[in-house]
């Protein structure tokens, strides 16, 4: 029963934070999961918030709309997962390189994350 609960917070979490953010037939939705321990948890959300994102967003990316961030306490570790909104490709490229599908983390995070997915997905908006 319990699992089921969550699983149920989790996705209503998520859709809610998809919709919060005005998208565009065409966007791409660039989703990412990294997993850190519960002890590691808070200080990674911090370098997100703090440094990653911020830094992020002094690039200045053409084409680069927004980024969201969910959080799942699991039963052995964290779960985060970053939703990254884009106008094209083209853009995604211009942030993550040519390989865009190669998941972009800084050295700090690496310290702090038990394991992550080596690559992002990509999807595109329909409706």
Same mark, same amino acid.
């Given at each position: 029963?319990? =699992? /089921?609960?969550?699983?149920?917070?989790?996705?209503?979490? &998520?859709? %809610?934070?998809? &919709?919060? !953010?005005? $998208? !565009?037939?065409? +966007? =791409?939705?660039?989703?990412?999961?990294?997993? /850190? *321990?519960?002890?590691?948890a808070?200080?990674?959300e /911090?370098? %997100?918030?703090?440094e990653? @994102?911020?830094?992020i967003?002094?690039?200045?990316?053409?084409? @680069?709309? #927004?980024?969201?961030l %969910?959080?799942?306490?699991?039963?052995?570790? /964290?779960e &985060?997962i970053? =939703? +990254?909104? &884009?106008?094209?490709? #083209?853009?995604?490229? *211009?942030?993550?390189?040519?390989?865009?599908?190669?998941?972009?983390?800084?050295? $700090?995070?690496? $310290?702090? %994350?038990?394991? @992550? #997915?080596e690559?992002?997905?990509?999807?595109?908006?329909?409706?």
């Open positions: 029963m319990r =699992i /089921t609960l969550l699983k149920r917070h989790f996705y209503a979490t &998520f859709y %809610l934070t998809i &919709f919060r !953010t005005k $998208k !565009t037939p065409g +966007m =791409i939705a660039r989703i990412w999961h990294g997993y /850190t *321990t519960h002890q590691n808070d200080a990674y /911090t370098l %997100l918030q703090e990653i @994102f911020i830094g967003s002094n690039r200045k990316i053409e084409g @680069f709309k #927004d980024i969201q %969910l959080k799942r306490q699991m039963e052995n570790e /964290t &985060f970053t =939703i +990254m909104w &884009f106008y094209s490709i #083209d853009a995604v490229k *211009t942030f993550a390189g040519n390989d865009y599908e190669l998941a972009v983390v800084p050295e $700090k995070a690496h $310290k702090l %994350l038990a394991h @992550f #997915d690559r992002s997905q990509h999807y595109e908006v329909v409706q």
